[in-house]
């Protein structure tokens, strides 16, 4: 159901905005709006705790949410804390940056140097030495037979393997650098992949006076000291983010509703000289009554009231609904229509209702209902969705008519009610006459929608009010005559084409009870080839809606066959058998299962809604709640 909507204002003196928005603002739920009033304009300071938000959602995101039993913080504290902990925090991130570069550089000199520590060479003496030239690397193995078929004679050059695999060789060369330009184009021609021992290795290797004489296998040894060091550093750094993250929490809570309870006031007006404020807005009846109670007593705040109207100057009410848990799960396919709006019935628990009966009735198997409310049950409690909880309904309520129609699986058993391929006609009489009273209850429902409204011409003579419910019931009273062979008499096609004359000459009536013209402008003419096609279209739209429900019985129908081909199917697969079945049925479950889903929804959308029901409402938005 729309809640009752109240619209308040407080006003007091500026010095007291900080005691409203605490005391009173904060603790109830509001739809503040922004102040229209000549006289006042909008408070339009800077909120100051912005930047330090920023700072306490990061914060927050890794401290969790506060304890549930803890020792209020001040506002000035609670800034401090969280500006500090975002300046360690950074210099944290600045370290960690750091460390990352340094491990990832000290695992890429252990990648290159570890094919190579079975040589025994001083890569520092190496580096500083003047007279030989030396390169590290490695080539193909085929590359490498070229070059003992041609090189390994020359005297100018000596080549040492470090590690040979399948593919590649590794090791180094030597050759007095003054022959180092030749013999490097030699192992160029050779594709030699040559490698470069970093700077920070022999850095390392000089200050360790334990590694004199500094060996491939002691830099290797050294990266991975270095390795460990940094990555027990970094442990360090990931264990200890904060001192106390729990206090830091409550902080960062505290900012936030600090940040909460200033952004709040840009929807107070304030006076010219900025003496006097007024906030307003929209708060359930229910509240407005406790609020005005707590504001009786308190001198510094001035409170006024009026009670909602959708016809209001300077607002119209927004829209809050509230429903029992079991339909307020439904409001999710209401939302996807439109909110009702605040003078509008809310559709939620007519759509519950039907759509829990529709999908039943076209869907009735017990074991297929039984799986289909699990599933619901399932995505309820992990995702904790709107649709797992309509999917828990809908599945018991097919479970409940797979009783009544004696089915489980496919399998038949003798129905508590009926079986809808019993008598295939009936089921679809029944769908029908199931239809045609869904469709009297929407037009009941228009009616209501229009005396509450005060449209009087509508609810009379409207297609969906009092004559066009008595021609659609005339209708429907003269098939059943036909359908029972009675005679149809002038009478009583005249007692029910009356109630359509009645819709016909609805602007007319409309015009003369209001003082005005019975023939409309344009002419009479124009009004009759307008009323000509409007007439078609409400004609049209009584019988396409009403066969539209035919689809309920057709579907009950459709499933109990398509289960009796699953069945015959499994009894001819000797072996797979049991495989057949049960893939038919888990076929049959999500395939049949989405489409009854579907056409249930839009059954209730076209044939129902369309009649008394726009959606156009505005949602109530919970403007400040201080949860703390």
């Known amino acids: 159901m729309v809640t009752k909507m109240s619209y308040i204002s407080l006003t007091g003196h500026i010095a007291g905005m900080n005691h409203a928005v605490s005391n009173y603002l904060s603790r109830y739920d509001i739809q503040l709006e922004h102040a229209r009033h000549?006289?006042?304009?909008?408070?339009?300071?800077?909120?100051?705790?912005?930047?330090?938000?920023?700072?306490?959602?990061?914060?927050?995101?890794?401290?969790g949410t506060p304890p549930?039993?803890?020792?209020?913080?001040?506002?000035?504290?609670?800034?401090?804390?969280?500006?500090?902990?975002?300046?360690a925090f950074e210099q944290r991130g600045s370290r960690l940056r750091e460390l990352e570069a340094e491990l990832l550089q000290a695992k890429c000199e252990i990648s290159k140097l570890e094919n190579f520590?079975?040589?025994?060479?001083?890569?520092?003496?190496?580096e500083e030495a003047e007279f030989l030239h030396h390169g590290l690397g490695w080539f193909t193995t085929e590359n490498f037979q070229r070059f003992k078929m041609f090189f390994c004679d020359d005297n100018r050059i000596f080549f040492e393997i470090a590690k040979r695999e399948k593919d590649f060789v590794y090791g180094a060369f030597f050759t007095p650098m003054v022959f180092k330009d030749e013999v490097n184009a030699v192992f160029a021609s050779l594709k030699f992949e040559p490698i470069s021992v970093g700077a920070g290795i022999l850095a390392l290797g000089k200050s360790s006076p334990a590694c004199a004489g500094l060996s491939p296998a002691g830099a290797v040894h050294n990266q991975r000291v270095r390795v460990y060091e940094i990555e027990r550093e970094l442990s360090e750094l990931s264990r200890s983010v904060f001192d106390n993250p729990e206090r830091l929490a409550v902080a960062c809570a505290k900012v936030k509703k600090l940040y909460a309870s200033f952004d709040v006031k840009k929807y107070a007006a304030v006076s010219e000289g900025q003496r006097v404020f007024t906030f307003s807005g929209w708060i359930s009846t229910e509240d407005a009554a406790r609020l005005e109670e707590e504001v009786a007593g308190d001198d510094s705040i001035v409170f006024t009231r009026r009670e909602g109207s959708a016809g209001a100057a300077d607002s119209v009410p927004p829209t809050l609904l509230k429903n029992l848990p079991v339909v307020r799960q439904f409001e999710f396919f209401t939302r996807l229509y439109g909110l009702p709006e605040y003078d509008e019935v809310d559709p939620t628990p007519v759509l519950a209702i039907t759509y829990t009966l529709l999908f039943g009735l076209m869907f009735g198997d017990i074991g297929h209902g039984l799986l289909i409310a699990l599933a619901g049950i399932f995505i309820t409690r992990?995702?904790?969705?709107?649709?797992?909880?309509?999917?828990?309904?809908?599945?018991?309520?097919?479970?409940?008519?797979?009783?009544?129609?004696?089915?489980?699986?496919?399998?038949e058993f003798n129905p508590v009610w009926r079986r809808p391929t019993a008598d295939i006609t009936q089921t679809l009489i029944f769908a029908a006459a199931l239809g045609?009273?869904?469709?009297?209850?929407?037009?009941?429902?228009?009616?209501?929608?229009?005396?509450?409204?005060?449209?009087?011409?509508?609810?009379?003579?409207?297609?969906?009010?009092?004559?066009?419910?008595?021609?659609y019931t005339a209708v429907l009273w003269l098939a059943v005559r036909v359908i029972q062979g009675l005679e149809v008499t002038a009478i009583v096609i005249g007692v029910a084409v009356l109630p359509l004359v009645f819709v016909c000459l609805k602007h007319p009536l409309e015009n003369l009870f209001a003082g005005g013209r019975a023939v409309p402008k344009g002419g009479a003419a124009a009004f009759a080839g307008k009323t000509a096609i409007e007439l078609f279209e409400t004609l049209l739209t009584y019988a396409t809606n009403t066969v539209s429900f035919v689809r309920v019985g057709a579907f009950a129908v459709s499933h109990v066959s398509i289960m009796h081909v699953v069945l015959q199917l499994s009894q001819s697969a000797a072996a797979g058998g049991i495989i057949v079945l049960i893939l038919g049925n888990a076929l049959v479950l999500v395939i049949e299962g989405l489409l009854v889903g579907i056409q249930v929804l839009r059954l209730d959308f076209y044939e129902l809604f369309s009649r008394f029901y726009k959606g156009t409402g505005r949602e109530f938005v919970h403007t400040y709640r201080n949860e703390g």
Not at 46 to 52: A, D, F, G, I, V
Not at 117 to 126: G, Q, R, S
């Open 38 to 63: 000549s006289l006042m304009k909008s408070f339009t300071t800077l909120n100051p705790y912005s930047q330090t938000l920023q700072k306490a959602e990061q914060i927050a995101a890794i401290t």
């Open 68 to 87: 549930a039993l803890f020792i209020p913080i001040k506002s000035a504290e609670a800034v401090n804390a969280v500006e500090e902990a975002a300046a």
């Open 117 to 126: 520590t079975a040589l025994d060479v001083d890569l520092c003496a190496l």
């Open 382 to 411: 992990r995702r904790h969705a709107n649709l797992g909880g309509i999917m828990t309904v809908v599945g018991t309520s097919a479970a409940i008519f797979g009783v009544l129609y004696g089915s489980i699986f496919g399998l």
């Open 436 to 471: 045609a009273g869904l469709i009297a209850l929407s037009m009941g429902l228009n009616m209501y929608n229009s005396l509450r409204r005060g449209r009087a011409s509508e609810f009379l003579f409207g297609a969906n009010g009092v004559a066009g419910l008595l021609f």
